[in-house]
């Protein structure tokens, strides 16, 4: 196999299933981009950030009371201060992605945040206290304590390069298609995002790729308190405990500087319609579960059969993208469903709730992109359309399954589960990182749920021969819940979000501001009771900024 | 046809203010559905890590106060006190037949002692517990690391039509020996003086002995439990005049509480009255 080969090889396979490297908020990125950066005797590959926000915001609460009927129990936002109802926010995170070549045919890739989203300010020098009581004033420094408190590893992996195909193993992001289901959160503007245990192969097949892989999601505690010495080798743990996934991947996929080669009039295979797909397959199963464990980690439960319950978890989830590029118009979607049944859906061992749990979410987002000018790079037209199913209980799903019974109309969260009177989750949320506001989805909500959007949005690019990648952005979202006795105020409007941006690039510095209102309508107010004047919710509004210096 | 202005105006006035009108509705929510009950806050459900092991600890039976737990109540009901034994020697309980879906549903749950026009009488208690099943009568408790201890009974009004009731006792009785395991046995004996029992002034003493009998497997309509004890209670009261005895079993499990009864029919002192009772004068059973 020809370098070139393995290096496209590389870049569709990690394409596949996951992703390393920063990349817009959506399509798929350039994950073999460390590859050709290198020089041919580089061994180290430099990437990360230093990334610093601050955010203001004004009624992002809505207004919405808390604790009476119709409201909730839980509050949308933390009550701000005075007539406008400001919070602010400060935060700081140091991320480095250095990737180690060993030779032409391997890289181990580590991704570290140091001070990961740390607040500003969080830590003035003598604190905390401890057994008394202090003032802060005045306090002339602020560190953290140790390192030990404010690093993460998020990316641990090895690859190589074999003669047929490409070998991964490790701790590694996932990504696929546009993100809606599995999101590396690569961007400099992202947070968290999804990382794999996972061993990975992939190989080209007739100008595709296909790929396979195996994640262990949740390996459960040591089985038992063996008499050797701890550290010598894996650690014993039960098969059944472990939720572990099977995926397959058929993908053929171009890096975006390749889309820009095939489909721009000034290369020479300039003008080409490039169209893209990819399907995954994936099972996931986990046949026993120990949910003590999940509380405190403790390994002694492992040692312990009563600590175990039979979970019988089975899910399926197919995801599909497509896009379609020319050198003006590129049409990208996605569309991702999943079905599933928990046997025994029980979160303490030794109750075994005799109702399966079962579940249908689907979600799907169909995205075009258009530059209508001769000057290509001036404006950039975007609509978008994107749904995610819904499910009849009140309020939105929780964003991890704690719960399952409790919710009640007017909550704007709650299980979608009521013991054995509801036993479906039908709810699907479009993964949080794929960002189509400001204040609604992004920052409130944590991701598009229950609900349908149109998106239109426009990128200005106005000074490109005199500071290129100074851009403005504007962007309008409606959102409309599916169904609306399920949204929190009981009405299917959800809101309206204006937002724009201006992002000013400077060498490896970079400045973006944000800012967005959003005109919420009655499906985010409070439900009134009885006879009860209805209330509309307040406008909210928000400014970020981030600044970024590129390593 | 031909443009009249007014007319086109006066439509996009129409139009104007019916999308204006229709935004505005947008803007506002709706009512709750006139059938939801009332509001209830839910309650944080109580921290509480169970290990499966047929052993009751304090902290594995927590109490919280306003969290709510449904019971279907049957009343005279068949019921297989002593359960039947698997192949793997297990004792299973199979309280899933009948089927208890057209049977009441009391919805119970621990209140504060603070309010309560009893709270003086038991400045010791923390919180009460209700006795019956319409809750029409409470008893305060003591809960601590060794046990639950009733300290007498209460009306939950203060006016109740049926009569007041308002029990004092002069020593706690204990209802549950924490920690709870097979073996574990209490016996309190508690006087009331100046007792009102449904309005009607007396004394009586009650002897009480709680026991866990057994553990094994309990099947609801709605959950199978394992590792449950089974609490046997025997209360022998001697009013004044009269006397009365009440058998009840009380399926107990760890962070869910009490998950079912059978309760015996009253009988005098006199009588005999076996712990196997055939026919429940009442039957409790957990259902989500």
């Excluded at chain 1, 496209?8 to 596949?16: G, Q, R, S």
């Excluded at chain 1, 050797?228 to 975006?256: N, Y």
């Excluded at chain 1, 006795?485 to 690039?505: K, M, Q, R, T, W």
């Excluded at chain 2, 009004?157 to 549950?176: F, K, S």
Aim: hydrophobic share 45%; glycine share 10%.
């Amino acid at each position: 196999m020809s370098s070139h080969g393995r290096a496209l090889l590389v870049m569709v396979f990690t394409a596949a299933l996951s992703s390393s490297t920063a990349m817009g908020r959506t399509g798929m990125g350039d994950p073999v981009q460390p590859w050709r950066d290198k020089e041919p005797d580089e061994w180290l590959v430099l990437d990360g950030h230093l990334r610093l926000r601050s955010a203001l915001t004004s009624h992002l609460d809505l207004d919405r009371p808390v604790g009476v009927a119709g409201a909730g129990s839980t509050a949308l936002w933390a009550a701000g201060q005075g007539a406008l109802d400001l919070t602010y926010g400060h935060d700081l995170r140091l991320r480095l992605a250095p990737s180690f070549f060993i030779g032409d045919l391997a890289r181990v890739v580590v991704e570290v945040d140091l001070l990961d989203n740390v607040a500003l300010g969080a830590r003035p020098r003598f604190t905390p206290f401890r057994d008394t009581t202090g003032l802060v004033a005045a306090a002339p420094f602020a560190a953290q304590p140790s390192l030990g408190d404010v690093a993460t590893l998020r990316t641990a992996y090895g690859e190589v390069l074999l003669p047929i195909g490409v070998l991964s193993a490790g701790r590694m992001p996932s990504h696929f298609g546009m993100g809606l289901a599995a999101n590396d959160g690569a961007d400099v503007d992202d947070d968290l995002g999804d990382r794999a245990d996972r061993v990975a192969f992939a190989m080209p097949v007739l100008g595709h790729v296909v790929a396979a892989a195996f994640d262990l999601g949740a390996s459960g505690p040591r089985a038992s308190g063996a008499a050797r010495a701890a550290g010598l080798g894996p650690a014993p743990r039960l098969p059944s405990v472990a939720e572990q996934s099977l995926s397959l991947a058929l993908l053929r996929f171009h890096a975006p500087w390749e889309l820009d080669m095939l489909t721009h009039a000034r290369t020479p295979e300039g003008g080409r319609t490039v169209v893209d797909y990819g399907v995954a397959l994936s099972v996931e199963w986990q046949d026993d579960d120990v949910p003590g464990y999940w509380v405190a980690f403790d390994d002694a439960l492992g040692a312990d059969p009563a600590a175990v319950v039979r979970r019988g978890y089975r899910a399926g989830l197919a995801d599909g993208w497509l896009r379609v590029a020319t050198r003006r118009l590129r049409l990208e979607a996605e569309l991702v469903g999943a079905a599933f049944t928990i046997d025994n859906a029980s979160p303490l061992a030794g109750v075994t709730l005799r109702t399966p749990v079962t579940g249908l979410p689907w979600g799907g987002v169909v995205t075009v992109q258009g530059r209508p000018l001769q000057d290509e790079d001036l404006l950039l037209l975007h609509g978008e359309l994107g749904v995610a199913s819904s499910d009849p209980a009140p309020g939105l799903p929780l964003p991890s399954p704690q719960a399952l019974s409790t919710a009640q109309p007017g909550d704007v969260f709650g299980s979608q589960l009521d013991g054995p009177r509801d036993t479906r989750q039908d709810a699907f949320r479009l993964h949080p990182l794929h960002r189509i506001d400001l204040i609604l989805w992004r920052t409130l909500l944590g991701g598009v749920s229950e609900a349908a959007y149109a998106r239109a949005h426009a990128v200005v690019a106005p000074a490109q021969d005199t500071f290129r990648g100074l851009r403005l952005e504007g962007n309008v979202v409606y959102s409309h819940a599916l169904d609306a006795a399920s949204a929190p105020g009981g009405a299917s409007p959800l809101g309206v979000e204006l937002d724009g941006a201006v992002v000013v690039p400077y060498d490896a510095f970079s400045l973006r501001l944000d800012a967005g209102w959003l005109l919420p309508l009655g499906g985010l107010g409070a439900r009134p009771v009885g006879t009860q004047t209805p209330v509309a919710p307040t406008p909210a509004t928000m400014i970020l900024v981030r600044l970024a210096y590129a390593l | 046809m031909r443009c009249d202005p007014v007319a086109l105006g006066r439509l996009l006035a129409g139009v104007v203010l019916a999308g204006a009108a229709a935004s505005w509705s947008a803007c506002l929510p709706t009512p709750l559905p006139d059938d939801d009950e009332a509001y209830v806050p839910p309650a944080p459900a109580p921290a509480c890590h169970g290990d499966n092991d047929g052993t009751i600890t304090a902290a594995e039976l927590p109490v919280v106060t306003g969290v709510v737990a449904r019971y279907r109540i049957g009343a005279d009901v068949a019921v297989d006190v002593d359960g039947s034994v698997d192949d793997e020697g297990v004792v299973v309980w199979d309280l899933s037949r009948p089927d208890p879906q057209g049977e009441p549903v009391a919805s119970l749950a621990a209140e504060p002692m603070a309010g309560q026009w009893f709270a003086d009488l038991f400045p010791q208690a923390g919180l009460a517990a209700p006795l019956s099943a319409d809750s029409a009568q409470l008893g305060p408790l003591v809960i601590d690391d060794d046990g639950w201890r009733l300290l007498g009974a209460a009306s939950s009004n203060a006016n109740p039509a049926e009569g007041l009731t308002r029990v004092v006792y002069d020593q706690p009785t204990t209802l549950y020996p924490l920690p709870l395991s097979e073996g574990a046995t209490a016996r309190s004996t508690s006087r009331a003086d100046d007792a009102l029992l449904l309005g009607v002034p007396t004394s009586f003493v009650d002897e009480t002995t709680v026991t866990v009998v057994r553990r094994g497997r309990v099947i609801l309509p709605d959950l199978v439990l394992y590792n449950t004890l089974q609490v046997t209670v025997r209360l022998r009261r001697t009013l004044v005049a009269g006397d009365v005895q009440q058998v009840s079993h009380h399926f107990v499990h760890e962070c869910l509480g009490e998950v079912a009864r059978f309760v015996s029919p009253a009988a005098p002192l006199s009588q005999p009255l076996d712990d196997d009772f055939a026919v429940a004068q009442e039957v409790w059973r957990l259902s989500l």
